[in-house]
């Protein structure tokens, strides 16, 4: 079965930081593009970052740019995300995404792991 | 930045058909992709590349997109269909942007 399943969410402090992981099985995790997608309480959907297959190129919305960092590891089928410098509007359920084959949108989810930033 | 706009809501008798919109300028020229998220739970996919249904989305959903406007069309409305919706836009490989939202409600 595809699957992917997020960890690490947590309560932190203004101006923490926490790293979250997202555990890929069921699928060739390596050749594949990834994604971390938030949504905020009551909220829409925000695209937060993207890596490529290979980790050398990872674009980034600009709330989270230079805060943030995306990266894999394809022997651990791992993705994770570095998240410094948290502020409260961060406070947001993240998901990681499989960007899926030809498909120009992401065609399976996590369950998400909750991250509250607060004093 | 390129933005997106959804109604917030919408409200269909079951066995009707439910029209969702997105718009956004020149959106058909871009890529629509379409996510179900029922309450609780995480996005499904359930339309790509405009008017393409995944593996196992049921055949009453159907998707168009021209001009500005995007549309989801859910026909034959179930109450299981009752969810938030939103679009996303593909344009290039380095962003992208997801719509605000349209809550369905089967009535």
């Given at each position: ?119 | ?8 809501s919408l409200s269909v ?62 026909s034959g409305t179930q ?29």
């Open positions: 079965e595809v699957q992917l399943v997020e960890s690490g969410g947590a309560l932190v402090q203004p101006g923490g930081s926490l790293r979250l992981s997202c555990a890929a099985s069921g699928f060739t995790f390596g050749t594949y593009w990834m994604h971390w997608v938030r949504q905020a309480p009551g909220k829409g959907l925000v695209w937060v970052a993207r890596i490529n297959n290979f980790g050398t190129e990872s674009p980034y919305a600009d709330s989270v740019k230079g805060r943030f960092t995306i990266s894999r590891d394809n022997a651990k089928n791992t993705l994770y995300l570095q998240m410094n410098s948290l502020r409260v509007d961060d406070t947001a359920v993240y998901y990681c995404a499989r960007d899926g084959p030809n498909m120009s949108a992401f065609d399976i989810w996590g369950q998400g792991t909750m991250v509250t930033v607060s004093s | 930045s390129y933005e997106v706009t959804q109604p917030s008798s079951a066995g009707q058909t439910a029209n969702i919109t997105c718009s956004g300028n020149k959106l058909g020229d871009r890529y629509v992709s379409w996510y179900q998220q029922r309450p609780g739970q995480s996005p499904v996919l359930v339309m790509y590349q405009d008017n393409k249904r995944p593996s196992g989305i049921p055949e009453r959903f159907s998707g168009f997109n021209s001009g500005d406007t995007a549309t989801l069309t859910i109450a299981v269909d009752e969810a938030h919706y939103y679009c996303q836009e593909w344009e290039s490989s380095t962003s992208w942007v997801f719509g605000g939202g349209t809550k369905v409600t089967v009535l």
